[in-house]
């Protein structure tokens, strides 16, 4: 039988919180699920693993570009959903979504105080005494029957720009993703990610707008 240590515990209590709040954050959408796929062509770039979506579909547009790496594959994507990717600030997090074409979609929450103040600066996962923590949920095919999430089990996340006004974000990811088990035993596939986009969807809390002095 598999012994957990006091931290190991701790740990999975962290990401199975995370974890539940991603899922029921994701299962809003699910109400919300259109048929984008019936109105929308994804073409495939043979050289570069490049997905295109053809320009006259209005819900996605070019907001800049996420590039990842995972088993073996490398992916970029300059399309996204506009309704679904956005910024989402409170006082001690912030909820980062990316929807792209071919149903392919990130969600990222990093937890620091005030990280409203300054967000940029590195964030572990894995590591229960670190102050500056991140999760990431990746979703290799939100359209699928059934939905398949592989969650951070350990890594770094690094953020070299996040302006809350302007919705510009450059960050760096270098973890390992898994299921549930991979999280308890802190295993997974290597993931890499390069973000550089420009957010138009900018939510802040209303106990954040009212610390904010916003109406």
Same mark, same amino acid.
Do not use: I, P
């Given at each position: 039988m598999k012994k957990f240590t006091s931290n190991s515990l701790k740990f999975l209590s962290l990401s199975a919180l995370l974890a539940c709040s991603i899922s029921c954050g994701s299962s809003s959408d699910d109400e919300s699920k259109e048929s984008d796929e019936n109105s929308t062509t994804v073409q495939s770039d043979a /050289? =570069?693993?490049?997905s295109k979506v053809e320009e006259d579909n209005e819900d996605y547009h070019e907001l800049g570009s996420m590039k990842?790496?995972?088993?073996?594959?490398?992916?970029?994507i300059n399309t996204f959903e506009k309704n679904r990717t956005d910024l989402t600030?409170?006082?001690?997090?912030?909820?980062?979504?990316?929807?792209?074409?071919g149903d392919r979609r990130i969600q990222l929450t990093l937890m620091k105080p005030k990280v409203y103040e300054n967000p940029e600066g590195e964030y572990k996962v894995g590591e229960n005494d670190? /102050? =500056?923590?991140?999760?990431?949920a990746y979703y290799p095919d939100y359209s699928a029957d059934v939905l398949k999430t592989l969650t951070s089990t350990q890594g770094k996340l690094t953020v070299q720009k996040l302006d809350m006004e302007t919705g510009e974000?450059?960050?760096t990811i270098d973890t390992k993703i898994g299921e549930l088990q991979d999280i308890i035993d802190k295993t997974g596939d290597?993931?890499?990610l390069t973000l550089d986009m420009d957010f138009e969807k900018i939510v802040l809390d209303p106990s954040l707008k009212q610390k904010l002095g916003e109406k």
């Open positions: /050289e =570069n693993n490049t990842f790496t995972y088993q073996g594959e490398s992916t970029e600030f409170s006082k001690n997090s912030m909820v980062l979504r990316c929807a792209g074409e670190a /102050e =500056n923590k991140f999760l990431l974000v450059q960050l290597d993931f890499k």
